[in-house]
């Protein structure tokens, strides 16, 4: 898991200044696109049938917190993230 998620931060950083141009000056702050590309990988790698049952396991599972932004405090990963459909 460890080297998943160095290339994963790897590949992201090599995507921060693509990333950048997509955040609106105004309105609502956005979730950042990284959190949501790493919250879909840990989705697929782990099987995970919805969104739903991912946000509640982002919770409480100390893997997925470490995963997606290197803290693996409970309660601290992006619980708070509503992740959306995309249509």
Request: glycine residues 6%.
């Amino acid at each position: 898991m460890r080297k998943i998620r160095q290339i994963v931060n790897d590949a992201l950083a090599s995507l921060d200044s693509d990333f950048e141009v997509l955040y609106s000056a105004e309105g609502r702050p956005s979730i950042a696109p990284e959190r949501l590309l790493r919250a879909s990988l840990i989705q697929i790698l782990f099987s995970v049938r919805s969104e739903r049952q991912l946000t509640e396991q982002m919770q409480y599972n100390l893997m997925f917190c470490w995963f997606e932004n290197g803290n693996a405090k409970v309660g601290h990963g992006s619980g708070g993230i509503v992740l959306l459909r995309a249509e």
